[in-house]
């Protein structure tokens, strides 16, 4: 009787007593009741605890996370409806290794876009010599045709990139998607990791977690290496599409953290072809902008007439040289879900090296061959509009109707240039605090954020999204994603 | 500091303190009108009304519906919950400038006075919004003074608060005066109670209420926080400081306005203002600071471009 009782209390006790390894890769486990060696610590940490205590962590980390003011506006709701960002309490380690390999192949990746989109944007020798077809370039919906011979300091398009990963059930980690024109979410992975210290503190320094903390510094000095020749004492800004963009909150952080000023399209000038801010001292020339509106609010005058989110004037001061933006114009021809199969030919093709972080299998709708071999088998297959963020616009065809089914293959009928196919990739799973009761697996990505200006810097660790839902595989936060902190260990 | 960013901390203070105006003046004025005199009672109303420039507005004959509206009609802009909802969305668009303390004190008060809880529902007494309000206002004050750097957006607030404050006082003044036949002690004390002023009055005059002496006080005394002087003074002392901050404005025309108007406050005794009528006196007022805002925004939010690139 008294053991049996005890048996239930520990059952009970044991946070991992639902945790199921199942044929995704998990991130702590290689099988149950075995922790991979650099979760050991994290393992035996979360054992030696009370259910109640990892609750209080919860609650902990919750309040901090609201009394820092890490909230997302929630676009639909009436006005002041903010949330925090759901976040999880356990951390996801990567091992130093496992780091070295991502680092390799993030670098690599950002160093050939760039050159790409250098080459697509002055000589189009990629097209020329047959590499990828001239057709799926222009009708990119994100091709910039004003950037056409625009010089751009030292060359660098993309100097900011969130790159998003997954990995397989082989281990391997490959590239999902790259964001090469205004990524964001990196605010969550600082502020998260600030929560993460004041939770497990002990445990920080018993794995030698690598530090994310200068991410705001390399940014700053990222933008620094990019203005005009001649201005030594750069001014900086980062202009924001105002209170109402679901990513204020991260403006007004970033902004702070580097000290720079955070402007508005309003705030902004342009005379002669130079930009200026207006301030109660007069107007002070700008000479970087670190842009969070897309290209197409940009400028009026060249883009959009109806945004009022940019300034009138400021592509040509862009295009004369007098300021420059980060990122660059017409980065989204790079990161088009179908122009994004091309990129392993675009690595072999400037590097001369073969990919170190794979793409997933896509099968572009535009050919003839992949389009029957999809619309045939759309039920085992991911359908994605290239053009969508998001995940929205996506078809999941293990989950779908065949009214969805029938609805997609009409959609990719007549406009095959729009969609590509995956096949159902399995992300890997990581231990979550669910429910406020145990610990269960959950579907990961990860977000590394790369820099790029004078020298490529890749803070260890990312934005690690996690599908909060049981068995779901959509990390968006839009549809019910939440995050983690990320820990990179030292070797 | 962008003209914006200055333009919205200016105009968060101005609504702050129209709507803190109107809360003292209904707060002083709601028990007077209780007394059972209906024609002294209508009398009193449309002076209220008049000194807030809301008459057409409120439209409102009866002090009692038009002093629930003017509290928490959310529709009415002058009334107390729509200045507060202006002043909160200033303060929205420059949430990174002011400390969080201010956003979450404003924020709060904001949400306790547009809790339908708090909405009036026939009996209830219209101050207790009153109070909710007033408690938050002395909390918003102390914090935007104790936690937020006095550097340049600071010195905004100022200006706004006091500019409002001025011109408010003014058409409080103004509105009185014009329409004081008939009025007895009670109406004196209602109007210094309106500007929290009996008690320091009394101090100067003992409780002898006389109305120059009343107009002596609320307009010149120089040490009272609620008097003309007073404000434009603090004004002064913050433009000062804009303008050595930003010396690279040509200011002259604001520092021309700004010392008229104290010395004509300075050097002016009662008896002249009174001889000659106090309503021209009052009018002159609120039309400089009408200019002096004119030229503020001229020069620190709005000017034109060519101005900068002439010089």
Known sequence: MATTSQAAERAARDPFSLYEVQSAFDEMFRGPGRPRSHYRPLYSRLLSLRPDELRRSKQEADLSFFNQGITFAVYGRSEGTERIFPHDLLPRIISSAEWETIERGLTQRI????????????????????????????????????????????????????????????????VLEDNLRVPSGVSYMLTSRKVMKQTFPLLFRKCGVRPIEHYSQALLSTLRSLAPEGRTSPTIVLLTPGVYNSAYFEHTYLARQMGIELVEGRDLVVHDNYVYMRTTSGLQRIDVIYRRVDDDFLDPLAFRPDSGLGAPGLFNAYRAGNVVLANALGN??????????????????????????????????????????????????????VGESGGYGMLIGPHSTSEQRARFRERILADPRNYIAQPTLTLSTAPCFIDDEHIEPRHVDLRPYVLYGDKVTIVPGGLTRVALRKGSLVVNSSQGGGSKDTWVLQS | ???????????????????????????????????????????????????????????????QTGTVRLIGEARLLSSIIGCVTSARENASQVREQISSEMWERLNQLYHEMIQPSQQHNGDSDPLRLINVFREGTYRFQGVTDSTMNHGEGWHFIQVGKYIERASGLSGLLDAQFSMSAGADDLDWVTLLTSCSAFEAYCKVYTADLKPSA????????????????????????????????????KTSTIERLIGKLQSSLAYTQIDEIMMRDLHPFLAGIIEQCHRLHAAMHEVYIEYPIESVFEA
């Open chain 1, 111 to 174: 160093t050939a876009l760039n050159l790409f989109l250098k080459d697509v944007y002055h000589e189009r020798r990629i097209l020329h010599d047959g590499i990828i077809p001239g057709e799926i370039i222009y009708t990119c919906r994100h091709f910039r045709r004003q950037m056409r011979g625009v010089k751009i300091p030292r060359d660098v398009y993309v100097s900011v990139c969130g790159t998003d990963l997954i990995r397989l059930p082989d281990g391997k980690f490959v």
């Open chain 1, 332 to 385: 989204g021809v790079a990161d088009d879900k179908a122009i994004y199969a091309y990129v392993p030919a675009i690595i072999r093709y400037y590097l001369g090296e073969d990919p170190i972080l794979d793409n997933v299998e896509t099968l572009l709708m535009i050919d003839d061959v992949q389009r029957q071999h999809v619309c045939d088998n759309l039920d085992k297959f991911v359908v994605k509009a």
């Open chain 2, 1 to 63: 500091m962008l003209s914006r960013v200055a333009d919205s901390l200016y105009w968060m203070s101005r609504y702050f303190e129209r709507a803190d105006h109107c809360a003292r003046v209904l707060d002083a004025n709601y028990s007077l009108m209780l007394n059972p005199f209906k024609s002294s009672r209508e009398l009193r109303w449309q002076r209220i009304m008049s000194s807030l420039g809301v008459t057409a507005e409120v439209d409102s004959s009866d002090p």
């Open chain 2, 214 to 249: 009343v107009a002596e006080f609320l307009l010149l005394n120089p040490d009272f926080p609620y008097t003309v002087r007073y404000s434009v003074e603090q004004m002064h002392n913050a433009l000062r400081v804009l303008a050595g901050i930003s010396s690279a404005r």
